[in-house]
C-alpha cells in the first residue's frame, strides 16, 4: 500500500491475534524503510486489545473508534473512556468515525425526541444527518474532556449517499473545528466508486472542507 502510493494505511486490529502482529508488523515496515503510519481500527473489543496489548498500542500511529461500536450503556462510556485514556498515555491522535449503520440508539432516540418537538419537525434523512453531527462533535469534547488535546482528534462520518456526505460534512464543517477525514463508505467497485466518490468529495474540498481522503 505504502509503495503504490498511500500516505497511511489502516489495518484492522479485531482479535489478540491481530493485535499481537501489530508491533511486529510496524518492525518489518520499518527494517524495509517504509515510515507510512498504521491506523488501527476497532470494533467492540478494542478497549481490552488496547490495554492487553501495549506494544500494539505503542507501535499504531492512530486509533480509530467508532462510538456506535464500542459497548452499550455504562460500558460504552466505560470503554470509550479507556481508549481515549490509553491514547493519552501513548500520546496517540485519535480517528473518531460515526457510521449511519451503526449509530449510539440512545443518542438517535434523543435527537428524535427533539425533533418530534419542533414546530417544523425535519424529515427522516435531516434527522439522521443531524444525529451523525451530534455523534461526532459530543464523543470529541467528551475525548477532550478525558484529557486527549483538541488537535489531536480528526472526525469522519460515515454515509453511503453523495448528497447524505456532502450535507453531514458541510454541518461539521460550520458547527467544529476538528480536522474532518472524508469517505464516501461502500461506495462501490470499479468505476462506480470512484465517479461517487469524486463527486461527493470533490465538492466538499472546492469549499475547503477536509483535511484526509479515504480512498
Same mark, same amino acid.
Given at each position: 500500500? =505504502?509503495?503504490?502510493?498511500?500516505?497511511? $494505511? &489502516? #489495518?484492522? /486490529? @479485531?482479535?489478540?491475534?491481530?493485535?499481537? *502482529?501489530?508491533? +511486529?508488523?510496524?518492525?518489518?515496515?520499518?527494517?524495509?524503510?517504509?515510515?507510512?503510519?498504521?491506523?488501527?481500527?476497532?470494533?467492540?473489543?478494542?478497549?481490552?486489545?488496547?490495554?492487553?496489548?501495549?506494544?500494539?498500542?505503542?507501535?499504531?500511529?492512530?486509533?480509530?473508534?467508532?462510538?456506535?461500536?464500542?459497548?452499550?450503556?455504562?460500558?460504552?462510556?466505560?470503554?470509550?473512556?479507556?481508549?481515549?485514556?490509553? =491514547?493519552?498515555?501513548?500520546?496517540?491522535? $485519535? &480517528? #473518531?468515525? /460515526? @457510521?449511519?449503520?451503526?449509530?449510539?440508539? *440512545?443518542?438517535? +432516540?434523543?435527537?428524535?425526541?427533539?425533533?418530534?418537538?419542533?414546530?417544523?419537525?425535519?424529515?427522516?434523512?435531516?434527522?439522521?444527518?443531524?444525529?451523525?453531527?451530534?455523534?461526532?462533535?459530543?464523543?470529541?469534547?467528551?475525548?477532550?474532556?478525558?484529557?486527549?488535546?483538541?488537535?489531536?482528534?480528526?472526525?469522519?462520518?460515515?454515509?453511503?449517499?453523495?448528497?447524505?456526505?456532502?450535507?453531514?460534512?458541510?454541518?461539521?464543517?460550520?458547527?467544529?473545528?476538528?480536522?474532518?477525514?472524508?469517505?464516501?463508505?461502500?461506495?462501490?467497485?470499479?468505476?462506480?466508486?470512484?465517479?461517487?466518490?469524486?463527486?461527493?468529495?470533490?465538492?466538499?474540498?472546492?469549499?475547503?472542507?477536509?483535511?484526509?481522503?479515504?480512498?
Amino acid at each position: 500500500m =505504502a509503495q503504490a502510493g498511500s500516505e497511511l $494505511v &489502516r #489495518i484492522t /486490529v @479485531n482479535t489478540p491475534e491481530a493485535a499481537r *502482529e501489530v508491533a +511486529a508488523i510496524r518492525e518489518q515496515l520499518d527494517r524495509m524503510g517504509i515510515e507510512v503510519p498504521l491506523v488501527g481500527d476497532f470494533h467492540y473489543n478494542g478497549h481490552k486489545l488496547l490495554t492487553d496489548f501495549p506494544d500494539c498500542a505503542q507501535a499504531l500511529s492512530k486509533y480509530r473508534i467508532n462510538p456506535g461500536n464500542v459497548g452499550k450503556g455504562a460500558k460504552r462510556d466505560s470503554q470509550f473512556a479507556q481508549m481515549v485514556e490509553i =491514547a493519552c498515555k501513548y500520546d496517540k491522535p $485519535v &480517528r #473518531i468515525g /460515526v @457510521n449511519w449503520g451503526s449509530l449510539d440508539q *440512545e443518542l438517535l +432516540a434523543r435527537v428524535m425526541d427533539e425533533n418530534a418537538h419542533r414546530e417544523t419537525p425535519w424529515d427522516a434523512q435531516r434527522v439522521m444527518h443531524e444525529a451523525l453531527v451530534t455523534s461526532a462533535i459530543e464523543n470529541a469534547q467528551r475525548a477532550e474532556q478525558l484529557g486527549l488535546a483538541g488537535d489531536r482528534i480528526c472526525l469522519s462520518a460515515k454515509v453511503s449517499g453523495v448528497q447524505d456526505l456532502i450535507a453531514v460534512y458541510r454541518a461539521l464543517g460550520a458547527r467544529c473545528d476538528y480536522p474532518l477525514h472524508l469517505g464516501l463508505t461502500e461506495a462501490g467497485m470499479g468505476s462506480k466508486g470512484i465517479v461517487a466518490s469524486t463527486a461527493a468529495m470533490a465538492v466538499l474540498l472546492q469549499e475547503g472542507i477536509g483535511d484526509t481522503i479515504r480512498v
